[in-house]
């Protein structure tokens, strides 16, 4: 291929990929370390929201649900609504009436019912238990939805990261294929070389652009959940806390079955279905029926009063009665074989999700202690063997793509253990991590410890994996 055609192919090339290159005779002809130096990777990675974008937290955005949140207001004014209705178990309203008996005599009656003693306090008695039952749903619905809080922020920190990371990885890429059209120009890179370089730069730009829609999905999701609009700008999420916990199915089982509020609304539907079955047995016991009345004579006749009492005979239609009764006893051991259903479900599922948390975190000190570090330290090797001449790009791409999907799968099993414990501490009805506890987020280095970025600031100062390796600071 004649010089002029291969000049033409490498114009054309770096039209193709936008970016900007130095004289590639001059690149060609430099150190390894000083082509680095002046490539596009040499430029600073900035990440969004270090300086700018306001920061949001965890513990700020739990704030926001309990407040804003319409279906845990709907679950609250249900609970009010039972809890007004206790005392409207009470005594009929009296009744008074009037009667003309012609021109010259007039009754004035007063008369009160009076329910059997006791059917009035136990109808306050089951309608007591269904406000508390409805006070527990209540509970519940606020752990329900700051569950789906905390698995929404934590995929929206997830997104964030995961564009982090693969802005890094472009800027890699973008240098790269700077490198490999310097090459090709000195006859030191085939042309294929050159094509994968450009197709990975575009593919990963492709990507980044997938990612950015998940972020958006998941700001939308959030918002939701908080009442704001879906384009409302949250802000930059803070790295969740990840402090270690020693959890114990037995411990973890036991809080379920006394603090789960589902379990607990469960417990007072029994006691509401044993008062209801309570009461429609008082519906044997007669009422009484008091009235008074006053008769006035226009003629000589004195006026003079009436006292009356009558009782209900319920033994007469006593299969009415007893139809209720076998109603209430019906519901009362329906609501018994849901609170064991509902318990036995309970054990399961801690059971699951305390595998599925313990799962993940030991996936999480595999990939930071074992996977990542030599990931990191297989991408070094090819980058100086590429360096070198000795690792051709195919490899060095491989090596780099691995170190990404490593990381991209690190961040993802983080997700999913604060996703898996947000459900766990829902089902035991408790906080497994106090948001008192300083926001922290395990973040792998190169030499298999762990640091830990305290604050958006301080992680702003850290250097990603490629600028540690070429020596320079983000800013």
Request: proline share 4%.
């Amino acid at each position: 291929m004649s010089s002029i055609k291969k000049g033409m192919i490498f114009v054309l090339i770096a039209q193709i990929a936008g970016s900007p290159f130095i004289n590639a005779q001059e690149m060609a002809h430099m150190a390894p370390t000083e082509a680095i130096k002046q490539s596009n990777l040499s430029m600073p990675i900035q990440e969004k929201g270090s300086k700018s974008e306001p920061l949001l937290t965890l513990d700020k955005v739990l704030q926001q649900a309990k407040n804003a949140n319409p279906e845990i207001l709907v679950s609250k004014k249900k609970w009010e609504e039972e809890k007004a209705k206790v005392w409207s178990n009470t005594w009929p309203d009296p009744q008074i009436g009037v009667e003309y008996w012609g021109e010259n005599e007039t009754w004035y009656d007063v008369s009160q019912e009076i329910p059997f003693p006791g059917k009035m306090h136990l109808k306050r008695k089951a309608q007591a238990h269904e406000a508390k039952r409805q006070w527990e749903l209540y509970e519940a619905k606020q752990k329900e939805i700051l569950q789906k809080v905390k698995a929404a922020y934590y995929g929206y920190f997830l997104a964030w990261r995961q564009i982090e990371i693969f802005e890094e990885s472009v800027s890699f890429l973008k240098h790269f294929a700077t490198v490999a059209e310097s090459k090709y120009s000195v006859n030191k890179a085939s042309q294929a070389e050159v094509l994968k370089a450009q197709v990975e730069y575009s593919k990963a730009l492709n990507e980044l652009i997938t990612f950015e829609q998940e972020k958006e999905t998941m700001q939308a999701e959030l918002n939701a959940l908080l009442d704001l609009s879906p384009n409302e700008f949250l802000g930059r999420p803070a790295a969740p806390p990840l402090p270690k916990a020693d959890l114990k199915f037995e411990e973890l089982e036991q809080i379920a079955l006394e603090l789960r509020p589902e379990l607990d609304a469960a417990r007072h539907h029994v006691d509401h279905m044993k008062a209801e079955q309570w009461s429609a047995r008082a519906d044997f016991l007669p009422d009484t029926m008091l009235q008074y009345t006053r008769r006035e004579f226009d003629t000589d006749m004195p006026d003079d009063n009436v006292i009356m009492v009558k009782f209900n005979v319920p033994i007469l239609w006593f299969w009415r009665q007893g139809s209720l009764v076998k109603a209430a006893k019906k519901a009362k051991e329906g609501a018994e074989a849901e609170l064991r259903s509902m318990e036995t479900m309970t054990r399961a599922e801690v059971k699951t999700f305390l595998i599925k948390v313990q799962t993940a975190r030991r996936l999480i000190e595999l990939y930071r202690t074992t996977v990542i570090p030599q990931s990191e330290t297989a991408l070094k090797v090819s980058l100086s063997g590429y360096e070198a001449g000795t690792v051709g790009f195919l490899d060095l791409v491989d090596s780099e793509r691995s170190w990404l999907e490593f990381q991209m799968e690190y961040y993802q099993y983080l997700a999913q253990y604060w996703t898996y414990l947000a459900a766990l501490e829902r089902l035991i009805g408790k906080d497994l991590i106090p948001m008192e506890v300083e926001a922290a987020v395990t973040k792998p280095d190169s030499e298999g410890s762990h640091s830990m970025e305290q604050s958006d600031q301080k992680e702003d100062k850290k250097q990603g994996f490629f600028s540690r390796i070429f020596g320079w600071r983000k800013k």
